[in-house]
C-alpha cells in the first residue's frame, strides 16, 4: 500500500464506526490518522516509527494486514 491508500482505508473505517464526526476524520493530516492508530491512547508509545512504519505500510496488502504487522500487545502484561 501508499500512505495516501492506508489513510483513507483508515478514514474509511472511522466512517463505519460512526463514533467522530466526518468532519474530524477528514481535518486529520495522513500521518495524524496513521498515528491515531499506532499510538497508545494510555501512554503514548508508538508501534512502529520511522523505517519500520514505512516498511509496514509498504508490505500491508490492506488495513487489516498493516494492523497486524503493526500489532504489539504493549501494556497487556
Known sequence: MT???LAQALR???YALGMVSREAIDS???DEIIDSY???SRCG???VEGQELEAAIRRARNVEHF???CLIRHGDD
Open 3 to 5: 500512505k495516501r491508500q
Open 12 to 14: 474509511q473505517r472511522q
Open 28 to 30: 486529520l493530516s495522513d
Open 38 to 40: 499506532i499510538t497508545c
Open 45 to 47: 508509545y508508538k508501534q
Open 67 to 69: 494492523l497486524d504487522i
